[in-house]
């Protein structure tokens, strides 16, 4: 890439690091002109794929029909060849990018050339790893050797490729894992749509005007795409959770300190005081892969790659054989749920009733979840110096229209304070043993609830998190499960014409958008969350094939 | 006690609650004028107990030659009663503090009485629990129901007793412990002199003209006087090992959030932005009664009862019987090291070298000793509001003389703010991530280094503690093992006569007392840390009864 003649030359650089990216697109893995102006800005772009004449029969089957345990199924038993899983995978993403602009970084041929490397080994009979020959796909803020980390700053489109790999990259690249894309997210990570000056916007392939959410829409987007079956992402807020909502994929945010963060690029100041830490993980098709991630990277002793990682090795818990406990919630008036979110949660709740399982209503006993995520916005506005718009105004990019919608009306001019930190501190720790005495007294196993109030909406109007923050103010894992799809028909029963609705329902809009569910386990019972997903999963595979009547 | 006319009169409340204490203590158990005369002020009290008369020949047994796991067989096996062995160290803990001030609360009736309820259990066949009949004392800071919790505060002494017992003690009684007394702590707790003017000041009982150390300093003193065999002490800057090795005891500060803290009675305010937290930890005679404390604790399921608890569980692993890999560090200049804590270090570096252990010189390699302490320092002052001081203030109480001693000069009118708060943390992280890279680097198992530079000093000379405050800004797990003793002769090689010992170096004042050694482990390893403490403890024994030539 060349060096504009001005620096301040926002635009150029933007258009250059896009055309950069472009260019490593092969040329016969391009969308025709015609197929791409079929597209309907307000339409899906599921089928493109399928349609567009550049896949063979089998490259679909390996993208669309495998979750990432079973393509290493494939994989070990050599029916799949880590090359034409690896390239199948890569084309998709090329295919994804061109209908919903979710790259930032392209490394195809380095990870085709990856997988040749495998699949010779794997013949030789040689120690290839516990993920040999399986791509992944990262959000842009992971460090990859020899590539950029822009996170869609501008400002940072300069900067020289990474020099070393974030220290996840490299335990997931000792066993066998194949980095082949990383994918955009928004201006500052703190808005819920993946959209920054350096990128543009991700686009949400299930309705293009509506959002690919964020933080890490970029992945979300690509896994609706299938141009991925495992992607890694970050989540302070619902960014794990925000995409796989707003796509219909499944995401996990496991408890704070599991998954080492070391050696990434932030998108703020470094030594926040805040209790709330951003956490790692994945997005995919599986709650198995789910466990795959965990389970090979906390084997893989991470604690000796980042002083941070809790050195917890990953327990083996038996699969749950008995009813569970799960405690209910069912929103906040200021966020009502849209019908489509109200019949999803609902149909969930009785659909794990019936199958033995005990719900525990907790609206009334839980502190107000609108404070509760008022208490974390605070917790990330601590820094003085408001670094992230030093990082926005370096290259004069202008703010993207997302960051205003981002914020709480209560934090208008708000300004933190080191002594009004101690009082939130002891606020959040309220918080935190009242959930806590709330699980213990009603033996809870797991919490169920809404990942948002909407599906996903149209661009900029997604706004602040309450129902994503929980988990993370209360640094409990949790995990988002698509279930069911907006009909306005099954919906209508579930619209209460009282309330007002943020942001607006739109029936028609919405039709057949993702549904979702949320589960939150207890913090550092990652394993037993993960057990209690794969139960929720299970109920609502069946609850889909044959819809609970109530 | 009856209210004081005037709530202004610290003197008469003060002499009150210490008249209200010594009331406790029956008069068959009280020393003799004479016998308490003969002390004197510049010499030992640990021949007390054995000449006053007080006691059996059988108690003066189980009150010195048993640790907790060895009285525990012997209960378990009914060799021994429960009530008589709480009635020997209830007994033991009033002539301790006759002798040195160590107690705040007594519990002695109520004990006794429990004694008798688990002898009688056990006679019929009941179950008991693990620690059953077992006692154990407390830093005044824990709340045991029906009793005070004063912290040594004047203005505490007219609060209400307890309402509910701390988090850890509910779930080491319902192991059987039984809680006989509370031990004296420094006004604030921030100094190392168990020094408060509702209490006074607890005494060295190897020489009354020395500290006794702090903040667990009661504890400290009465287990040296063999008035207990396990005492719960809190570390946030050394205040379990400070104790123990200027007591000579041994001491094990674990990793943060493995045992609860929940439900004390704090001495500052609540909600520091501080990364570094108090820690609970067992003062005692032998690491296998750490081990079992440690167990007993996690094996309760304790994130039940605190949640600021890892749920994670006490891991089995296996004793060392492989040479370990010990990081040595020797001093920092600042605080050049006694010529006995330097002898003591030596020779036990020397002795695990004989054992095949092997030592790597950190001194160069390590960030600064004394910045690593000023930072520590800073997140210790971090209160805007400084709270301590409202509450010093609020009875008119003085400060007591170690408050002044136990500053960095570096700090003297340093006030905190939000924005250094970032930069403080970053500061730490680097502190950490150095640490974490020698650990890794050199594959170390354990760090070894001098707990303090000098043994128990003159009270109100001991200072800040800069050997003691690194394990607690890196949160590594680190144990205090007492090991020989100072002897003028021995220690002569060890003089450096170009630095200046900070507190003074005095041969005769320092003669015969205990020395130490601290051993730091790797965070959330404290099993590991364990079955090398072990180690070390087994190695400085032989080294002790069959001396090494150098």
């Known amino acids: 890439m060349t060096i504009p003649e001005s620096p301040q030359d926002w635009q150029t650089l933007a258009s250059q690091k896009r055309a950069a990216l472009t260019a490593l697109i092969p040329p016969s893995w391009t969308l025709s002109p015609t197929l791409l102006d079929s597209l309907n800005p307000k339409g899906s772009a599921l089928s493109i794929p399928a349609s567009s004449g550049i896949f063979t029969a089998r ?25 034409e899983v690896v390239t199948a995978f890569c084309k998709r993403a090329a295919v994804a990018h061109q209908c919903v602009n979710c790259l930032t970084e392209i490394m195809f041929e380095e990870a085709i050339a990856r997988a040749r490397e495998v699949d010779k080994k794997r013949e030789a009979g040689e120690e290839v790893g516990r993920l040999a020959g399986l791509p992944v796909s990262l959000k842009d803020s992971f460090n990859i050797t020899g590539t950029k980390t822009t996170i869609g700053y501008v400002s940072y489109a300069s900067n020289p490729p990474a020099s070393a ?3 996840l990259i490299t335990l997931l690249r000792r066993e066998g894992a194949i980095f082949y894309c990383k994918t955009n997210l928004p201006q500052t990570m703190m808005t819920a749509d993946s959209h920054n000056n350096l990128f543009g916007r991700t686009l949400n392939p299930n309705n293009l ?13 690509l896994l609706r795409m299938c141009g991925s079956v495992l992607g890694i ?6 960014s794990i959770r925000i995409p796989a909502l707003c796509n219909g994929v499944a995401g996990f945010k496991p408890t704070a300190g599991r998954i080492p963060f070391a050696g990434k690029v932030p998108p703020a100041r470094l ?14 098709r599986s709650i198995r892969d789910f466990e795959l991630f965990m389970k090979t990277v906390i084997d893989a002793e991470p604690w000796d790659v980042d002083p941070n990682v809790l050195a917890v090795p990953w327990r083996k818990v038996e699969p749950v054989t008995r009813p569970l406990r799960f405690g209910l919630i069912r929103g906040h008036p200021k966020r009502p749920l849209h019908p489509p979110v109200a019949r999803t949660l609902h149909t969930a709740a009785m659909s794990l009733k019936k199958a033995g399982h005990e719900m525990v209503l907790l609206d009334d006993r839980i502190p107000d979840l609108w404070e509760c995520a008022v208490l974390a916005w605070k917790f990330f506005l601590l820094d003085p110096q408001k670094t992230p718009a030093k990082f926005v105004q370096a290259s004069g990019e202008p703010w993207v229209p997302s960051i205003t919608t981002a914020k709480f009306p209560e934090l208008k001019g708000w300004e933190a304070s080191l002594d009004e930190l101690f009082d939130m501190n002891v606020e959040r720790a309220k918080i935190v043993a009242r959930y806590h005495d709330i699980v213990i007294e009603n033996r809870l196993d797991a919490i169920i609830m809404p990942g948002n109030q909407s599906t996903a909406p149209p661009h900029d109007t997604y706004g602040v998190a309450p129902y994503t923050v929980l988990a993370n103010l209360l640094n409990y894992p949790a995990g988002i499960l698509p279930f069911l799809t907006a009909n306005r028909r099954l919906d209508q029963p579930f619209m209460n014409q009282v309330v007002e609705y943020v942001p607006p329902y739109n029936p028609e809009l919405f039709e057949g958008m993702p549904g979702a569910v949320q589960i939150l386990g207890k913090p550092m019972k990652d394993e037993e969350t993960i057990e209690i997903l794969k139960v929720v999963e299970s109920v609502l595979k069946k609850a889909t094939e044959e819809p609970v009547k109530d």
Chains 1, 2 share one sequence.
């Open 59 to 83: 490259e679909l089957l390996i993208t669309t029909s495998y979750d990432a345990t079973a393509l290493l199924t494939g994989l070990q038993s050599r029916y799949l060849s880590a090359e």
């Open 165 to 167: 790999d974030s220290a």
């Open 209 to 221: 005007s509506l959002t690919a959410g964020g933080s890490t829409g970029g992945e979300g987007a």
């Open 233 to 238: 992402a970050t989540d302070i807020a619902g």
């Open 271 to 284: 030594g926040s005081p805040s209790p709330i830490a951003p956490v790692i993980g994945p997005l995919g």
